[in-house]
């Protein structure tokens, strides 16, 4: 059974950094392209970042780039995400998802598993 499960969501203050882990089960991590996405109150779910399956390619939002850094241990099956620079429009549910093989775009509808979700607030 595939299963994501996310974690390290938090209140940081902004300007603060947090580390999101994204634990996968029940299927080869090397095989799968590994995004994340975020959703603010009363916005639509964006995407974030992603990392390839064949070589571990990234991609990034405009948004976050230069502050958020995506990447993977597969020996761990897990996939992180390190968010620095935080500021009060990150403030969103973050997902991580899965497709097999894949080529690192961030839309949604590519996606076929999905995490729960943890919640990340910057606030002062």
């Known amino acids: 059974q595939v299963q994501l499960v996310e974690s390290g969501g938090g209140l940081v203050q902004p300007g603060g950094s947090l580390r999101l882990s994204c634990a996968t089960s029940?299927?080869?991590?090397?095989?799968?392209?590994i995004a994340w996405f975020r959703q603010a109150p009363g916005k639509e779910r964006e995407g974030v970042s992603s990392?390839?399956?064949?070589?571990?390619?990234?991609n990034y939002a405009d948004s976050v780039k230069g502050r958020f850094t995506i990447s993977r241990d597969n020996t761990k099956n897990t996939v992180y995400l390190q968010m620095n620079s935080l500021k009060p429009e990150d403030t969103a549910i973050y997902y991580c998802?899965?497709?097999?093989?894949?080529?690192?775009?961030?839309?949604?509808?590519?996606?076929?598993?999905w995490g729960q979700g943890t919640q990340v607030t910057v606030s002062s």
């Open positions: 998802a899965a497709e097999v093989l894949g080529n690192g775009n961030l839309n949604e509808d590519s996606y076929d598993y």
């Open positions: 990392t390839r399956s064949s070589g571990g390619k990234t």
């Open positions: 029940g299927f080869t991590l090397s095989h799968y392209t």
